[in-house]
């Protein structure tokens, strides 16, 4: 796999920790392998929204990559629960479902970006780089959506 | 069943495997089928409700999804491994997501329900709900079925149907 130069948030040495919210244990695998080759480091997994909440609480997360479609709790309702409580969440949304509804609710919950699956890992990296230094606390009006 | 809503299934199909599988997947038939569905390899199944229901079935060649497996595993993955059906499920869910977003994208409002592993029960129970349209594709690495079964709910039909004026 490509290896990437090492991602950072600004004025900071250190590896990027990231939640990975999917219910596919094979996409939580893929999107970790991704992120190992950004230099990132995974802080923690959870398999649906509500297990989201509760992880992001725990190991408050540079950035988390969150699925739309789980069982339990959707990731567009996760996002709004967790920009509620952390509103300098970072969260970029990664599904297959990339509609236009699904991605302007994903971004007026608190979403900072969405990117559709099979994801394209340069287009991934620069995604996360361009989030990890907006510094806009709510959701960016210029956030937008990756297809390929 | 109308072309236009099964074109966007085999787009995405097209693309994903492409993307995925580095290699183009060509048609290589098209057939009907109102019976139980019979399993070719490792399927997923994947349910969506809304103006237009029904579900999909993506079927692969054992060696066709074990290659994908090892493609997002990144390592050789043996056919058997439980990895291999995640594999086929998450395929299936990129597959339709594509397709339900373009259809989404033209009007068409609809809801994706997460992948399971198709079983023996629901091969049965799937072909007597609705007529299917399977769609045989070949790839390099095996071959990919493709079992598209949908149906308008009578909403979505009076909003189309024409207006009678008096």
Do not use: W
């Amino acid at each position: 796999m490509k290896q990437f130069e090492a991602l950072t948030r600004k004025g900071d040495t250190q590896p990027v920790r990231y939640l990975i919210v999917d219910d596919s244990v094979f996409a939580r695998k893929s999107l970790a392998r991704l992120i190992e080759s950004f230099g990132g480091e995974l802080a923690g997994e959870a398999s649906d929204g509500l297990s989201a909440i509760a992880e992001y609480a725990r190991i408050k997360p540079d950035l988390v990559l969150m699925d739309i479609t789980m069982p339990q709790m959707e990731g567009i309702e996760a996002v709004e629960r967790i920009v509620q409580e952390h509103p300098e969440a970072r969260i970029v949304m990664v599904s297959s479902v990339g509609y236009q509804d699904n991605i302007l609710a994903a971004l007026q919950k608190g979403a900072r970006h969405f990117v559709q699956k099979p994801v394209k890992p340069d287009a991934l990296y620069e995604i996360i780089r361009y989030v990890l230094n907006d510094d806009s606390v709510t959701a960016p009006a210029h956030a937008g959506r990756s297809s390929q | 069943m109308r072309m236009d809503l099964i074109q966007p299934f085999i787009g995405s199909l097209d693309a994903v495997l492409a993307e995925m599988m580095h290699a183009p997947a060509k048609i290589a038939d098209l057939e009907m089928e109102e019976d139980g569905y019979r399993r070719k390899g490792t399927a997923a199944v994947v349910s969506f409700k809304g103006q237009i229901e029904g579900r999909i079935i993506l079927d692969m060649d054992p060696a066709a999804a074990a290659y994908v497996a090892g493609l997002l595993a990144g390592a050789e993955v043996d056919p058997a491994e439980p990895i291999v059906s995640e594999a086929v499920c998450e395929l299936a869910n990129m597959v339709i997501g594509n397709a339900v977003t373009q259809l989404n994208d033209r009007g068409f409002q609809f809801k994706v329900l997460p992948p399971s592993v198709l079983t023996e029960e629901q091969c049965a129970r799937a072909g007597q709900d609705s007529e299917a349209t399977i769609l045989r594709f070949e790839t390099p690495q095996g071959i990919v079925h493709l079992n598209i079964a949908m149906h308008y709910l009578a909403r979505r039909n009076r909003e189309h149907s024409p207006v009678a004026v008096s």
